[in-house]
């Protein structure tokens, strides 16, 4: 966990407001994604990053937007949170090459 | 469509017995495979991959996986289970040729191991 750190670690918010997760590296990996986990579902990916402002979706991406202005940072963006999206949210990192991921502590998120 | 596996929601295992994770994917082509082991209130961390060569692979905290291609397996193991290798364990497979490194994470399954 050391290389990546996510901001806030947990946060509690209403239905309808919006909230943005922060993900920042200093691992200069190329590759970064945002995961949600919940019971019974394992990890699922929600958008990925293969370079600045390089973005894309991933499985479960309807109501999420991404932000990559940084090597370094990855934003996440509830638009307009659900009870739906109550979670927890895990940045992670991939060197080119590697295959492997490498992740962050998670964000604890409940939306009430 | 692609996916993973992990047929036990959970393995309950005495320590010092010999414990067995289980995986299997469904993925078309020569998949890497993974396993993750996620602590309480941790990120997932990395513990073996099997990418090409020999089908035995050797990972961190004295763990092991076998691949099996004609199973579509790749099982988690370690002859002697300590008490501290309680957690949560994820198979992951990357299909050949997907972009990002992206890889799919199968449901989990939580190990026990009583004293």
């Known amino acids: 966990d050391a290389g990546i750190t996510q901001s806030p670690r947990h946060k509690v918010t209403e239905t309808g407001t919006p909230v943005t997760l922060r993900c920042h590296q200093t691992?200069?990996?190329?590759?970064m994604y945002w995961y949600r986990q919940d019971p019974g579902h394992g990890l699922r990916l929600i958008h990925y990053?293969?370079?600045?402002?390089?973005?894309d979706k991933g499985e479960v991406s309807d109501g999420y937007s991404v932000s990559r202005s940084k090597t370094e940072d990855f934003l996440l963006t509830l638009e307009s949170a659900t009870s739906s999206q109550t979670s927890v949210y895990f940045c992670?990192?991939?060197?080119?090459?590697?295959?492997?991921?490498?992740f962050g502590p998670g964000t604890r998120l409940t939306v009430t | 469509a692609q996916s993973v596996a992990q047929p036990e929601d959970q393995v309950n295992v005495a320590e010092g017995n010999p414990l067995t994770v289980k995986c299997t994917y469904s993925?078309?082509?020569?998949?890497?495979l993974f396993w993750y082991v996620q602590y309480p209130n941790r990120g997932l961390q990395f513990l073996l991959k099997?990418?090409?060569?020999?089908?035995l692979v050797k990972g961190s905290y004295g763990f092991e996986a076998e691949f099996n291609k004609s199973q579509t397996s790749f099982h988690l193991k370690k002859p002697s289970a300590l008490v501290s290798d309680s957690a949560l364990y994820f198979c992951?497979?990357?299909?050949?040729?997907?972009?990002?490194?992206?890889?799919?994470f199968g449901s989990g399954t939580r190990l026990s191991i009583r004293p």
């Open positions: 691992e200069n990996h190329r590759y």
């Open positions: 993925v078309s082509g020569n998949p890497y």
């Open positions: 992670a990192t991939g060197e080119e090459g590697s295959y492997e991921q490498y």
């Open positions: 099997y990418i090409t060569g020999d089908n």
């Open positions: 990053s293969y370079g600045v402002k390089d973005t």
């Open positions: 992951a497979v990357r299909p050949p040729y997907s972009s990002a490194s992206k890889i799919i």
